[in-house]
């Protein structure tokens, strides 16, 4: 190996081991890359190499930056955040719950499937993991308790909701991921569509099986009442204002009638009025939604900026011709090769958040998957249909890592807000059937994949 090679080994090897010393993210990302970009430079100096870094590498740095922080794309992320906490505070969720419940009170296991449902409404308009877990946690966890329901399957069902919110449009995750990569929002949006209601759809049907074969797991509540028009329109009104706003939010952008930024100012304003509508918004809900988009958009931009350092020496050490050189390598074949990346992208789920990997890891993998030759039909329509079809076998794969024990951001999300008595080995069973179904639905996009690509090419075709 020549000094580039290992010096691009070195960086990832010391990455991964200051990630377990607690030191943030961003600070280890941008370290890493101003110490390699010296010890580049100094071993041309003083040793002969030519590893092409100098203190240019690092000026460079800053015309990246400037080109972020000008990236109208990105404008959308703080929106959308935004819109995610003041729907959280706007009592959204507690209207739902309480009004469905009524409506699959007579249904064995209607109090999951309602969880599941609040899940995938929360998924479409917040689009925060944790925010959407710990709040169905909370609001849910009692009641199941309460009614008798099996406690891995009121887990499971709680944790697999939750989780949702990473895949199902408008998700923070997909508008960074389409910036990284060069794809249309809105592809990506409206390609995340099916996968994410098949997903629900699995959920809702597993606890519908369970309650069926095993009735005690998913009691029907001794209280419950006839279902009455009352009942329905009691959650009429409680889902409609949400699906309004997810439609104009998400309708602008596949209508084309507005860019992603735009809608999703639309959507901070939307989740507002909805906030009023509900009686739930002062000026102390307003201080803690602002300071909540605050802190979380500078999280992200602060990842931003040492990724972007990070990957800059990377890419000047010719990281990424390493890495492409060793997977199209790989005796796998094409799908081989797929399989195995998204083998190494669920493991990174463990120790890594989505972030870093859209940021680091993903860039690095899209010329590997253009250069495999895959005969994925666009209709014609869609620009680069491969990579869209992979961002989404990615975001199943990152949604999985993140049920799946140990150390699954969701399931320590759970954790923190559950009673005392709940023990990790009661969450950790209750996940494992929903890991199964995600693992489904992950085989079925790689092998169909136009469950991705249909929606978006018939709509803008």
């Not at 994410?196 to 998913?218: N, R, S």
């Not at 399931?411 to 969450?427: A, T």
Request: net charge negative; with cysteine.
């Amino acid at each position: 190996m020549d000094i580039n090679e290992i010096l691009v080994i070195a960086m990832f090897l010391s990455f991964i081991a200051l990630l377990f010393t607690g030191i943030p993210v961003a600070w280890v990302l941008g370290g890493i890359g101003v110490i390699f970009a010296g010890i580049g430079f100094l071993a041309d100096m003083y040793m002969d190499t030519m590893t092409g870094l100098d203190y240019t590498t690092l000026g460079l740095v800053v015309n990246r930056l400037w080109k972020i922080m000008d990236n109208w794309i990105l404008v959308a992320l703080p929106m959308f955040i935004f819109m995610g906490i003041m729907l959280d505070k706007s009592g959204v969720a507690e209207r739902l719950m309480q009004s469905m419940q009524e409506l699959f009170g007579r249904v064995r296991g209607g109090l999951a499937i309602t969880v599941t449902a609040i899940g995938i409404i929360l998924a479409a308009s917040t689009g925060i993991i944790g925010a959407s877990v710990v709040l169905l946690a909370v609001m849910s966890l009692p009641s199941m308790t309460k009614q008798g329901y099996a406690m891995p399957l009121a887990l499971g069902t709680i944790a697999s909701a939750g989780t949702l919110g990473i895949l199902i449009p408008p998700s923070i995750m997909l508008v960074i991921m389409a910036d990284q990569l060069g794809l249309s929002v809105g592809d990506l949006f409206m390609g995340a569509v099916f996968p994410g209601l098949m997903l629900g759809g699995f959920y809702i049907l597993y606890i519908l099986i369970t309650g069926i074969v095993k009735p005690d797991a998913a009691p029907i509540p001794p209280d419950a009442k006839p279902i009455t028009m009352n009942a329905f329109m009691n959650v009429m009104k409680a889902v409609l204002p949400t699906l309004a706003l997810i439609f104009v939010v998400l309708g602008s952008i596949f209508a084309g009638i507005a860019t992603p930024t735009e809608a999703s100012g639309v959507g901070a304003f939307g989740a507002t009025m909805l906030a009023m509508y509900n009686r739930k918004f002062n000026f102390k809900v307003l201080k803690e939604v602002v300071g909540g988009t605050m802190n979380t958009t500078a999280y992200i931009f602060a990842i931003f900026i040492g990724a972007t350092c990070f990957a800059l020496v990377l890419r000047e050490l010719g990281g990424d011709e390493l890495i492409e050189s060793f997977l199209t390598g790989l005796p796998f074949g094409p799908y081989g090769i797929i399989f195995f990346i998204l083998g190494v992208i669920f493991l990174l789920g463990f120790f890594l958040d989505w972030i870093e990997i859209t940021l680091i890891i993903l860039p690095l993998l899209a010329p590997v998957i253009s250069a495999l030759g895959l005969d994925i039909d666009g209709y014609g329509v869609v620009d680069n249909p491969e990579l869209v079809w992979f961002v989404m076998l990615v975001a199943m794969a990152l949604q999985t890592s993140f049920l799946t024990p140990p150390v699954g951001f969701a399931l320590f999300y759970l954790k923190g807000v559950c009673p005392p008595n709940v023990q990790l080995r009661d969450i950790y069973k209750g996940v494992i059937p929903f890991i199964i179904l995600q693992l489904i639905g992950l085989l079925i996009l790689v092998f169909w994949p136009q469950l991705v690509l249909w929606l978006p090419a018939t709509a803008y075709g």
